[in-house]
């Protein structure tokens, strides 16, 4: 667990005074010195010096009614909650991934390749409060591992998309969403799914900003050949391990990884069956690229999919 360095802790108060015009001038030119070094602690002066000006304008007006003071100091604490992240940082099988919620439901998990906030979107996130705390975060880090441990198939959390980068992307987000543990779809057949089939770049690049990965799985989106391209950046290893953990194959070809479409089950759009890859009814389907392609037959089975009445993939599998 990351933990805030020795000297950003002992120039705390002497950055509260500066920041609300109360400090020496030795201490705000030591003040000064530490946050142009320091990220998080420039973002704390910045938050102290908004509360020093809020506190003096509130001072400066006139007393309102007692009700009227309540109601807008509940306002403010209630908008103060809407916008507070609370976030741990912790050790994981992927390296260091952070994950923030807040009183709506899981905002951010984030992969830190530097292993602390300082290299976290949360730094320069608008209208955000972020704090380091919170037993519920730590519940969800459990149920992380649990699933990187082969121990659970769904992360059942609430969302809080307010980190996505717009409508669009939250849109593609939510087709995301719903591709199944243990199976696959093209960015093609994600941008048909949300009814834009020509915007396949665009899908690309709000998964290349998802801030929720592995919990919104765009792990499980591939190239319309089955190619594992992109991924949290260009982390294709790692998109590689989450299909690996969910049974899904992928083949190393010389300059990437390749889902190999012809050992996996495939449902075809709007079917409640899965059928076996040489069956004749995927030759006929108007949309291939939002064919859904599974693992096993178990994954199939577990989305709630029935064999194929044709090819009879129960009768028989695929040889593994």
């Known amino acids: 667990m990351s933990r805030t360095p020795r000297p950003c802790l002992e120039i705390e108060p002497a950055l509260a005074a500066t920041a609300t015009g109360d400090g020496a001038a030795a201490e705000a030119a030591r003040v000064e010195a530490h946050c142009a070094a320091c990220a998080p602690c420039r973002a704390t002066f910045a938050r102290y010096r908004d509360l020093g000006r809020a506190v003096a304008a509130w001072w400066r007006a006139p007393s309102p009614p007692p009700d009227a003071a309540r109601a807008r100091l509940e306002s403010r604490l209630a908008d103060l ?54 037993a519920e975060v730590e519940t969800l880090y459990r149920e992380l591992l649990e699933y990187l441990g082969h121990k659970r198939t769904r992360l059942e959390w609430p969302l809080d998309l307010r980190l996505a980068r717009s409508d669009f992307h939250r849109r593609v987000l939510a087709a995301t969403a719903a591709i199944p543990y243990g199976a696959v779809m093209s960015y093609a057949g994600v941008a048909c799914e949300i009814g834009q089939p020509a915007a396949v770049r665009a899908v690309a690049q709000a998964l290349r900003w998802n801030p929720l990965p592995i919990v919104v799985p765009c792990h499980r989106v591939v190239g319309a050949s089955g190619g594992l391209t992109g991924y949290a950046g260009d982390r294709i290893a790692l998109k590689q391990r ?79």
């Open 81 to 134: 909650r809407k916008r507070t992240l609370l976030y741990r940082i912790f050790p994981s099988p992927l390296g260091a991934l952070l994950i923030a919620r807040s009183e709506e439901g899981v905002s951010l998990v984030e992969y830190l390749a530097g292993g602390d906030l300082r290299h976290s979107r949360l730094l320069g996130a608008a209208g955000v409060e972020a704090m380091e705390d919170g």
């Open 242 to 320: 989450l299909l690996a953990v969910e049974g899904v194959p992928a083949v190393r070809g010389r300059d990437d990884y390749r889902i190999p479409r012809d050992a996996m089950y495939a449902r075809t759009p709007g079917s409640a069956e899965y059928c076996l890859p040489s069956c004749a009814c995927l030759g006929h389907v108007e949309h291939p690229h939002r064919i859904v392609r599974f693992a096993s037959r178990a994954c199939a089975e577990a989305a709630g999919l029935a064999p194929c009445t044709d090819c009879r993939p129960d009768l028989h599998p695929l040889a593994r």
